[in-house]
């Protein structure tokens, strides 16, 4: 039986509460298995303007995006099961309104014990959101808002321009070549982050919360830490400064390293 959502991940979790999800992580490993015997396999085309909202909830597994230029999108889902029976238990249901386009998994059985992989070709500029994503997470380059929030396997990311996430149980990498206007905000992770910055970034980097040693592999950016209360936060200046990088409640230290 997967677990249910509810049961892997809460709103906001400190670093206590994230910690149950790594021993359900270990436990399942929905990003190690093979498909099981019995499969379907979803396949859609749509056509996507700027700036639509793609969301994708409640996934039993992992979910891959690749990112292109011009409005195509491609969705490829497969779900397995070792039964016929347990494959009817689940569908994956693809909505698309005006500007957004739903993936949400659903149940039709008390007992479901299905597994999904979702693998995406999507316009660079759109907003993503995903929640309740019990794999990893690998996602393109972007130029849209990403949020993420509840993902039980280990995220990465190509270039981001904005973005906000929280409760990531399995750490973060992520690359930024430039910061928009909604900046870039990260909390609650377990695992560590590691954040690639290409030369020409201008931006202010704040950290408080960390469990783990915060460092710079790029000569000209000094972190700088800063006691208060018996805590330490840590500050630096990227380029010119400019919009911030906001990171809170970290295990496993962040890590920030030149764009090769």
């Known amino acids: 039986m997967r677990p249910k959502p509810s049961y892997l991940f809460s709103v906001g979790l400190t670093l206590a509460g994230l910690l149950p999800i790594l021993s359900v992580q270990a436990q399942t490993k929905p990003e190690a298995s093979p498909d099981l015997p019995v499969r379907n396999e979803i396949h859609r085309q749509y056509r996507l303007a700027p700036n639509t909202i793609v969301k994708i909830s409640m996934i039993a597994g992992p979910v891959e995006i690749d990112t292109t230029p011009g409005e195509s999108a491609e969705i490829n889902i497969i779900n397995s099961a070792e039964t016929q029976a347990d494959l009817n238990c689940a569908d994956i249901p693809i909505e698309q309104t005006p500007g957004k386009l739903v993936i949400r998994s659903k149940d039709l059985c008390p007992i479901v014990r299905v597994n999904s992989r979702v693998m995406l070709k999507l316009p ?7 929640e309740y994503i019990a ?26 321009q904005a ?3 929280s409760s990531l149980a399995q750490g973060l990498s992520m690359e930024i070549n430039e910061i928009g206007e909604r900046g870039v905000h990260l909390s609650s992770v377990v695992g ?38 018996g805590r330490s936060n840590y500050e630096a200046r990227i380029g010119s400064g400019g919009q911030r990088i906001t990171i809170s409640i970290v295990k496993g230290g962040i ?6």
């Open 124 to 130: 660079r500029n759109v907003n993503l959101d995903l």
């Open 135 to 160: 794999g990893h997470v690998r996602i393109g380059p972007t130029e849209g808002m990403v949020r993420l929030e509840s993902i039980a396997g280990h995220v990465r990311t190509g270039s981001v």
């Open 163 to 165: 973005a906000e996430m």
């Open 192 to 229: 560590g982050i590691e954040l690639g910055l290409s030369n020409n970034l201008n931006a202010e980097f704040v950290a408080d919360r960390v469990d783990g040693n915060v460092i710079s592999d790029i000569p000209n950016i000094k972190i700088v830490t800063i006691v208060t209360d």
């Open 255 to 260: 890590r920030l390293r030149k764009l090769s």
